[in-house]
Structure formats: C-alpha cells, structure tokens
C-alpha cells in the first residue's frame, strides 16, 4: 500500500506538469506509466501468475539481458544533454537568418520583428500599441555584427533550449528568436520578464536577446514606411 501511494504521489507530480497526456515526447508518459507498474510486478512476485513470469525470464535471461541494452541505449539517446552548436561558422552565409519578434502587452509596448539575413539585409516590421499604422524599415547590417548576434547565441547556449522552456507571465510581452543557420532551424520564446535573478537560463536568454535587439536596431537604414519619424526603442 505504501508503494502505491508513493508511485501515485510522484507519477501525479510529473504527470501534471507535462500539463497534457498529447506531450511531443511521449517516452515520458510511458516511463511514468512503467514505474508504478515494475513496483507491482514486485508486489505480485509470488503469486502464481508472478512465479510462472518469473520461470519465463529466468530461461529468458540472454534475451532480457540484450533487452535491457537496447532499452538503456534508447534512453541515453532521448534524455542525453543536448549538445551545444556552434553558429558562428556557417558554411553557408547565405542560409542564415535571425529573427527577433516581441509581442503585445497590456501598456504601449512597441509589436514588432527585426530579421537580419546573412547576406547583411535587415528588415524590421512593427507598430506601437495604439497606433494603427505599420511601419516597415530596411537596411544593411555589416558581417561582423551578425557574426557578434551568432557568438551571442551560442553563448547564451541557444541550440539546447527548448523551444517551451520557460513559463509564461500573461501580462507581459512576448521575446522570441528564431534562427535558420545551413538549413537548421530553432526558435525560443518566452515571455520578457525578467525575475531580477541574475542567474539561469532564461536571464541568459532575455540579456542575449536585449543585446541582440541592440546591434539589429543599429542597422544603416535605407528606406522606410509608415512612422519613419521615430526612434525603434
């Protein structure tokens, strides 16, 4: 009964932060659903139903042995840590793209996307909150800026986030990156308040992507649409 009660507590926990059974990586449904379950093939291991499972896997020891393998290697290779890339060495140039799009808020916040291309176009594409007239901007960005937005990101450790990786405050803009580099693509949003922590994960990530709006906003710009007038901060 303890045993049941302790695997009903922890399976609930984890259960109900995937906060869906449609979870993208079913594994982990399946792991909590398994670890209740070998604790009550223990609980039943002398009944007559446990005895005969019991014969079988003994006479089955080279097949469980080899199961258990290729189990452990399955596992390895979907929880393994994510290996952090490199983006600062496309090969090619042309293939990269980085975007940066900040959502609503509940005050005047400025809605807008900046993409800067490897071939040194940027565009931006945004309005404030109360006003009804879209503005579009385009300039150059030199190489070696956009090779500092690269270095950023794989400073800030942007290839092994997931895309959900932090939660959500409803009342706050939303900050996002999608990068394509050499045909790999990956995108992280999140909300942009910052819990004035100074460290994790999502500090790095809300301080890479401030500096990355910096450098994207000081583009040359050439021509513009709408509100040219203003300043994009």
């Not at 080899?66 to 840590?81: A, E, K, Q, R």
């Not at 071939?119 to 090779?147: C, M, N, P, Q």
């Not at 794989?154 to 580099?181: E, K, N």
């Amino acid at each position: 009964m303890l045993a049941i009660v302790h695997w009903m507590f922890w399976v609930f926990c984890p259960w109900s932060e995937t906060r869906s059974l449609l979870f993208s990586l079913y594994t982990r449904n399946l792991f909590l659903v398994l670890l209740p379950v070998s604790t009550l093939l223990w609980i039943w291991r002398e009944t007559g139903w446990g005895e005969t499972l019991n014969r079988l896997l003994y006479f089955r020891q080279t097949f469980l042995y080899g199961f258990s393998i290729v189990v452990v290697v399955i596992g390895v290779f979907l929880w393994h840590p994510a290996l952090n890339a490199d983006l600062t060495h496309p090969q090619d140039w042309k293939s990269v793209e980085v975007e940066v799009p900040r959502g609503p808020c509940y005050g005047s916040c400025r809605v807008y996307t900046i993409t800067a291309h490897g071939d040194g176009r940027v565009e931006y594409a945004g309005w404030r909150r109360h006003s009804r007239i879209e503005t579009f901007r385009s300039g150059t960005l030199e190489r070696e800026k956009i090779t500092r937005v690269l270095q950023i990101l794989t400073q800030a450790r942007f290839s092994t986030l997931d895309g959900r990786a932090f939660g959500w405050a409803f009342d706050t803009p939303s900050v996002g990156v999608r990068t394509s580099v050499d045909g790999r693509a990956k995108e992280v949003v999140c909300d942009a308040w910052n819990e004035k922590s100074r460290v994790g994960r999502k500090v790095e990530f809300l301080e890479a992507t401030e500096e990355i709006d910096s450098i994207l906003k000081s583009a040359s710009w050439t021509s513009c649409q709408g509100e040219c007038g203003e300043d994009l901060e």
